[in-house]
């Protein structure tokens, strides 16, 4: 193994250290030994799959991020809002989050797993589109993933999109609320009615935000999401993503009624169908 096979690592935790008052602030944080941290600063050594979960999530980046060569994760930070503070208090935002996850409800344990989300495409209006989403358990708050895949026409080349959020129970609604982790140019709220059966099958709700190219115009739909399970296989899960016509049978007919975005004559508000 070469002394620095990875120096790009050790710069960019360097660069990551340099907003805290010391490296020992930060292993205090972190909850790391100094001796371990240092083995990753000197570029010879690669954190485990966990600490490097730890890493991402302390310092707010992405593993592959994190993997940039130097110079690039370096224009990164620079363009980001700063997610290190050298104060040593907590951010405003970080505050508020807590406070958010302290008034959650535990029991948004119960919908730990995967998710087929459908509702009508902001960006190819006319056709529903259908995504992954993972919610899982960090720490002392529950995150989620939902991936994005397009294909407009056969052909085409695939493009997908990610997008990272949390997910809180407040009283008697879910509210997830994420940003498009690649691009960062947009955010979706997106809040469900929670399913109080035994067994979870669909969540009904309200999804707000923008199509990720184009006019951009702010828009609001209605979303379902269907429950698949703590385990899929993701490959089969993402290969069954993508747009979809309203004439598709591969979508079911009650999915399609339901993420129709329509209103009666009686409704005054845009609302979710229960």
């Known amino acids: 193994m070469g002394l620095c096979m990875y120096q790009d690592l050790s710069s960019n935790l360097k660069l990551l250290c340099s ?3 010391s490296i020992a602030d930060v292993c205090r944080r972190l909850a790391l030994n100094r001796t371990q941290f240092n083995r990753y600063l000197s570029g010879r050594y690669k954190p485990s799959p966990k600490t490097m979960r730890k890493l991402c999530d302390f310092f707010g980046v992405e593993e592959y991020e994190l993997l940039l060569p130097a110079a690039q994760f370096e224009r990164l930070i620079q363009v980001r809002p700063r997610v290190v503070t050298t ?5 405003i935002e970080d505050r508020h989050l807590q406070m958010l996850n302290n008034a959650g409800s535990s029991q948004m344990g119960k919908y730990l797993g995967y998710y087929f989300e459908y509702y009508m495409s902001m960006a190819c209006p006319g056709m529903i589109l259908r995504n992954l989403i993972c919610i899982e358990k960090r720490d002392q708050g529950y995150y989620y993933q939902r991936t994005e895949r397009l294909k407009e026409n056969a052909g085409e080349a695939v493009f997908h999109s990610k997008y990272l959020g949390t997910a809180l129970f407040l009283t008697d609604r879910i509210f997830m609320m994420d940003y498009e982790a690649l ?3 947009e955010v979706t709220e997106t809040i469900l009615i929670p399913n109080y059966k035994n067994r979870i099958s669909r969540l009904n709700g309200l999804r707000i935000g923008v199509p990720a190219s184009g006019v951009r115009t702010p828009s ?7 429950y698949l399970g703590l385990q899929v296989d993701l490959r089969k899960a993402l290969g069954l993503c993508g747009l979809y016509e309203l004439q598709d049978e591969a979508i079911e007919e009650s999915i399609k009624s339901a993420v129709r975005n329509v209103m009666g004559d009686s409704e005054w508000h845009f609302s979710a169908r229960i």
Do not use: K
């Not at 104060?87 to 951010?91: A, C, L, T, W, Y």
């Not at 609001?220 to 269907?226: D, G, T």
């Open 183 to 185: 691009a960062t140019n």
């Open 220 to 226: 609001c739909a209605r979303v379902v999401m269907e």
């Open 87 to 91: 104060s040593g208090q907590p951010r």
């Open 19 to 21: 907003y805290y008052d």
